[in-house]
């Protein structure tokens, strides 16, 4: 049975090889990179965890952020080091989930800034501060490519070079005879995927922007993602990943019961690895998503050595674990092989985490995180969003708003003015809900506009600790026209 199946495999692999060849829409580098994927995915190479090997990384292996040393002081130094350094973020994702059809880095996120406008502004800000030359690097996919080089031309009198490239672009596999969805006259966009974010590696190579990087003697690509407003250059973590040659860092952060299905750092067979919730066998999900067993996971703001990159593709031994991703187009069932970035740190030399504040991880993934950072809660210094000091607690509130606000425009429209959330520890809001401006939340509060009716929520209203189902539950003050707490 073995041989037979042996022989299915290869006649596949055949077959496709002979589809892929066909395919114009994309270079040879591609065909390879994705013919390699698929042959590793049908070879079922990926090994089981075994949970009983698993431990727990000691500090030297996450490194907690507070013993980091402090960076040099001197300006000549701190200029040496950022020299050193290139920025990569992230920027193939469309804002789709959030109701925009472009890129998701252009969404204005406070003062009428983009992500993309704040990520310049802080780049710009420390090329003007120490005199070094830190460069951006957008990964694009085939999805945001044309919008990005529209938008960047806005960048031109800046001081800081950007730089675009694409990562790969794989055709989707049809599952009935594992053909590519594109040979079937599936042509357009839908009929292709951006493999993950794990191609960031052999699409820096492929596109020669990691030579261009070595030839200018930088060491080491800070990469994130675009909508993560707390990843920002840290010269702590720079000046400690090249005094100790560590090939690779992750920033990991503590977990909270939002994060539970987040990927987290182990040491497995003397190597530090990503663990996925994927790779965890069933009997065993509930103690992944305990925050008392693993209490960190992956912000996804990665610090890698550019020497070990090219050492690593060139031996073609980056093999990251393959991610299958189904989906449906048209009615044809098809699958997406994708890898991720952060599985990567088990192939580099001295790899390490280092387990930062919370602070680093400000992701907006939807409506309620930009509620979060475009309130009172977050100001705007020189392109970075800093926390106000004024919030005691530690903790951001918990913010959940029904679908009426899930698009950023339906957002936008039923804010006049974001509400003062310094005090609030929760907000649940749904249906037709309305904030007139100067409201300000305090303690849990929960506004529910029942089926066809309208609730809106006056001007200056001050709601501390209330459940609204209706109008009269808020009540007015007869001398200022505020509402009651």
């Known amino acids: ?75 000549e130094e701190t200029k040496k080091l950022l020299d050193k350094l290139a920025v990569l973020k992230l920027n193939g994702g469309l804002g789709t989930t959030m109701g925009c059809t472009g890129p998701k880095s252009v ?29 951006l690097l957008l990964m694009n996919s085939f999805n945001t490519h044309e919008d990005t080089l529209k938008i960047i031309e806005k960048y031109s009198n800046s001081k800081i070079e ?25 042509t357009g966009k839908d009929g292709w995927y951006p493999p993950g974010h794990g191609d960031v590696f052999p699409a820096l190579l492929n596109s020669g922007k990691l030579d261009a990087l070595l030839s200018q003697g930088k060491e080491y690509i ?20 090249i005094r100790r040659q560590n090939e690779y860092c992750m920033e990991v952060t503590p977990k909270t019961l939002a994060d539970v299905k987040g990927g987290t750092l182990i040491s497995y067979e003397g190597r530090v690895q990503l663990l996925e919730i994927a790779q965890v066998p069933d009997a065993h999900v509930n103690e992944f998503k305990s925050i008392e067993k693993f209490k960190i996971f992956n912000t996804n703001n990665l610090w890698v050595n550019l020497k070990a990159i090219k050492r690593l593709l060139t031996a073609n031994a980056l093999k990251m674990e393959i991610i299958p991703n189904p989906k449906e187009v048209d009615g044809i069932k098809v699958l997406q092989l994708e890898t991720a ?31 979060l950072v475009q309130s009172d809660l977050y100001t705007l210094s ?34 006049k003015s974001i509400p003062s959330i310094i005090k609030l520890d929760a907000l649940k809001v749904s249906g037709d809900v309305l904030f007139g401006t100067g409201v300000t939340l305090k ?43």
């Not at 710009?124 to 501060?129: G, P, R, T």
């Not at 392109?383 to 005691?392: D, E, L, P, S």
Request: hydrophobic share 40%.
């Open 107 to 135: 969404i204005e996120v406070r003062n009428g800034l983009t992500f993309l406008d704040l990520i310049v502004i802080q780049i710009e800000s420390l090329n003007k501060k120490y005199g070094c030359n830190v460069p």
């Open 341 to 371: 970035a952060g599985a990567a740190i088990w192939f580099f030399d001295n790899a390490i985490g280092i387990n930062v504040p919370r602070s680093r991880f400000l992701p907006v993934k939807a409506s309620s995180d930009l509620l």
């Open 222 to 241: 800070f990469v994130a993602n675009s909508d993560n407003l707390g990843a920002i250059v840290d010269l702590k973590i720079l000046s400690h990943l």
């Open 1 to 75: 049975m073995a041989a037979v199946a042996v022989s299915s495999e290869t006649e596949k692999l055949s077959k496709l090889r002979s589809a892929v060849a066909s395919l114009n829409q994309i270079s040879e580098s591609e065909k390879s990179g994705f013919i390699s994927l698929v042959s590793r995915y049908l070879s079922g190479e990926a090994e089981q965890i075994e949970w009983s090997r698993i431990k727990t990384p000691t500090d030297d292996v996450v490194v907690p952020y507070n013993t980091l040393v402090p960076p040099p002081e001197d300006l």
């Open 443 to 485: 303690g849990k509060v929960t506004i529910t506009a029942k089926p066809g009716e309208k609730l809106e929520i006056p001007d200056n209203a001050v709601l501390k600790d209330k459940v609204i189902t209706n109008a009269k539950e808020i009540g007015s003050c007869p001398l200022t026209g505020c509402a009651i707490l």
């Open 382 to 415: 020189d392109g970075f969003v800093i926390r106000n000091k004024a919030r005691t607690n530690p903790e951001n509130p918990s913010i959940e708003l029904g679908p009426e606000f899930k698009k950023v425009a339906d957002f936008l429209h039923r804010f």
């Open 162 to 186: 950007i730089h675009t490239f694409n990562q790969s672009q794989y055709p989707r596999l049809v599952v009935e005879d594992f053909l590519p969805l594109p040979s079937k006259g599936h």
